[in-house]
């Protein structure tokens, strides 16, 4: 289908580790967002993408996270020396956006482990 | 800042009885509301969504939702729920930029 597709659907990391978690939205979607998603919550708001402009990153815990989106289209979502409260889903999401609030669409998520 | 309440964590109701999900949002302007459906494992799906005009607004799988701007609200609401319709349901503002807001979700749970 032409959804918002994220690899890999799981992953697991040692503490300390790197991980990069990558977003590819629908074709022609303007911005992109990340969230992150703690068990029994709902998403919280990590960083806005208007094509590969980071417009907010407001959300990011730390600077060890960090999010591109080079040219305006696929986007990954890093983590540097991952700890254990890094574990979560996270989700991301694409609309039409351009400034305006638009419907976003989801991927099915990353669920990361940190053990 | 634009946040949003879903007082229930929790609600459980019979295969074909009706339901009604609360929201309450804040918001000083004319909110852009949502409702999202989450299944296990799975992204969120869109409701239904309220930017302006008719207060009622129809969305899929049955669903409705009412914008009460007296009472800042945007509950949802089905007739008659299906086993299907077991999921986590999130409700969410948006402002004048491309961010939306979540609430916490409600989960319903659906008794055979």
């Known amino acids: 289908g032409a959804g918002v597709s994220q690899s890999p659907r799981y992953k697991v990391a040692k503490r300390g580790q790197d991980v990069a978690l990558r977003c590819d939205p629908i074709?022609?979607?303007?911005?992109l967002f990340w969230y992150q998603q703690a068990l029994g919550q709902g998403p919280e708001f990590l960083t806005y993408?208007?094509?590969?402009?980071?417009?907010?990153k407001s959300g990011l815990p730390s600077d060890r996270f960090f999010a591109e989106r080079p040219e305006g289209s696929v986007s990954t979502l890093k983590i540097q020396r991952t700890q254990q409260e890094d574990s979560a889903v996270y989700l991301c999401?694409?609309?039409f956006g351009g400034g305006k609030v638009q419907p976003q669409h989801f991927g099915d998520g990353t669920r990361l482990s940190i053990l | 800042a634009q946040s949003v309440t879903q007082p229930d964590i929790h609600i459980t109701v019979s295969e074909g009885a009706s339901l009604e999900l609360r929201c309450n949002y804040s918001?000083?302007?004319?909110?852009?509301l949502f409702w999202y459906v989450q299944s296990p494992g799975q992204g969120l799906q869109l409701l239904l969504k309220?930017?302006?005009?008719?207060?009622l607004v129809q969305g899929i799988k049955g669903f409705e939702a009412e914008f009460k701007r007296s009472q800042s609200s945007f509950n949802l609401r089905k007739p008659s729920v299906h086993w299907s319709d077991a999921a986590e349901y999130f409700c969410?503002?948006?402002?004048?930029?491309?961010?939306?807001?979540f609430g916490k979700g409600t989960r319903l749970h659906i008794l055979p």
């Open positions: 999401a694409s609309s």
């Open positions: 074709s022609g979607h303007v911005s």
């Open positions: 993408f208007q094509n590969e402009a980071q417009l907010d």
């Open positions: 918001y000083g302007a004319t909110p852009y």
């Open positions: 309220y930017f302006s005009g008719d207060t």
């Open positions: 969410a503002v948006g402002a004048r930029d491309d961010k939306i807001i």
